[in-house]
């Protein structure tokens, strides 16, 4: 029902910056939360951060605060992951996912690899 398709992923050096786009199609939109999580194999899936489409809020992981940020373009239904100050350990495929961050998020987009090198 809801497809979720994310770009703007990509090589950078550390310290650099990258902006990851997440473009939503069916489905309510008002009706879901938007997330950001990233992986890499043999670790658990992490979440990076939220935003409420329809209340407006954000809410990041500890270790991306200051440094990244998620926005949202309601026209375009479109979330947005700016990420600054890159890290090596930040490498990682990077999944939106819509839902709800109490009951879960059962649409997910096939995801963006990230690649921070030195």
């Known amino acids: 029902q809801v497809q979720l398709v994310e770009s703007g992923g990509g090589s950078v050096q550390a310290g650099g910056s990258l902006r990851l786009s997440c473009v939503a199609s069916?489905?309510?939109?008002?009706?879901?939360?938007m997330g950001w999580f990233r992986q890499v194999l043999g670790k658990e899936r992490e979440f990076v951060g939220f935003i409420d489409w329809s209340g407006g809020t954000t809410r990041y992981a500890d270790f991306v605060k200051g440094r990244f940020t998620i926005s949202r373009d309601n026209a375009k239904n479109t979330v947005y992951l700016q990420m600054n100050s890159l890290k090596l350990e930040d490498t990682a495929v990077y999944h939106c996912?819509?839902?709800?961050?109490?009951?879960?998020?059962?649409?997910w987009g096939l995801g963006t690899q990230v690649t921070v090198s030195s």
């Open positions: 069916g489905g309510t939109f008002s009706s879901y939360a």
């Open positions: 996912a819509a839902g709800s961050e109490i009951t879960g998020f059962p649409y």
